[in-house]
């Protein structure tokens, strides 16, 4: 008969009167790591950019635009993730997404694991395309501080934010220069900047 060695006796003596190395979850509160990476949590700061839906690598991010209703979807699908944290990283505001230590996300129904974000669209009066969300414009707005006054159709989206101006006409119409006013996509304002130089 082979006996135990003396060192596999301590360590099973010393293993009868100390603390488990292990914790007791799920019957008792996890101990997680303050730079635990769990599910991404959308945030009130995400202005809805889209950043972060090209970005992911498990295309577990999608965007839905729904030009009708001027509404932007970011659908986070918690299903597909494998919380790699990149959304976190790449976001335009850097605090639009967290990464929360929430890791117990397993559950029967897939609604259950999606989280949503709606934004406001802003779409080009000329040609209909989409220019941004007005979350993003406003952003951008905010960081470009003294500048806001180079772009009259962004200036003018603020100051409809703010209430000091109205969606209401002008009465006189000044030919061309009238669109330079108006809240552009780029191709749009291209034209009317060449055109009213001509």
Same mark, same amino acid.
């Given at each position: 008969?082979?006996?135990?060695?003396?060192?596999?006796?301590?360590?099973?003596?010393?293993?009868?009167?100390?603390?488990?190395?292990?914790?007791?979850?799920?019957?008792?509160?996890?101990?997680?790591?303050?730079?635990?990476?769990?599910?991404?949590?959308?945030?009130?700061?995400?202005?809805?950019?889209?950043?972060?839906?090209?970005?992911?690598?498990?295309?577990?991010?999608?965007?839905?635009?729904?030009?009708?209703?001027?509404?932007?979807?970011?659908?986070?699908?918690?299903?597909?993730?494998?919380?790699?944290?990149?959304?976190?990283?790449?976001?335009?505001?850097?605090?639009?997404?967290?990464?929360?230590?929430?890791?117990?996300?397993?559950?029967?129904?897939?609604?259950?694991?999606?989280?949503?974000?709606? @934004?406001?669209?802003?779409?080009?009066?000329?040609?209909?395309?989409?220019?941004?969300?007005?979350?993003?414009?406003?952003?951008?707005?905010?960081?470009?501080?003294?500048?806001?006054?180079?772009?009259?159709?962004?200036?003018?989206?603020?100051?409809?934010?703010?209430?000091?101006?109205?969606?209401?006409?002008?009465?006189?119409?000044?030919?061309?220069?009238?669109?330079?006013?108006?809240?552009?996509?780029?191709? @749009?304002?291209?034209?009317?900047?060449?055109?009213?130089?001509?």
């Amino acid at each position: 008969m082979k006996y135990p060695k003396l060192r596999e006796l301590k360590e099973a003596i010393r293993s009868l009167f100390s603390h488990p190395a292990t914790t007791k979850y799920p019957f008792g509160k996890p101990e997680i790591h303050p730079r635990f990476r769990g599910k991404p949590q959308p945030q009130e700061t995400c202005v809805g950019c889209g950043g972060c839906v090209n970005w992911c690598p498990a295309e577990a991010i999608e965007m839905i635009d729904d030009i009708q209703n001027k509404k932007r979807t970011i659908i986070w699908r918690y299903d597909h993730c494998i919380m790699c944290g990149e959304c976190e990283r790449i976001c335009t505001t850097g605090d639009g997404v967290k990464m929360v230590p929430e890791f117990a996300l397993a559950g029967f129904k897939k609604e259950n694991l999606r989280e949503k974000k709606d @934004c406001e669209l802003v779409i080009c009066p000329n040609c209909g395309e989409i220019i941004s969300t007005k979350e993003h414009l406003l952003w951008t707005l905010s960081k470009i501080g003294e500048k806001q006054t180079a772009n009259l159709g962004l200036l003018n989206l603020k100051l409809k934010e703010l209430g000091i101006v109205d969606e209401t006409k002008r009465k006189i119409k000044i030919d061309r220069r009238d669109d330079l006013f108006e809240l552009l996509c780029p191709k @749009c304002r291209h034209r009317v900047v060449i055109n009213d130089s001509i």
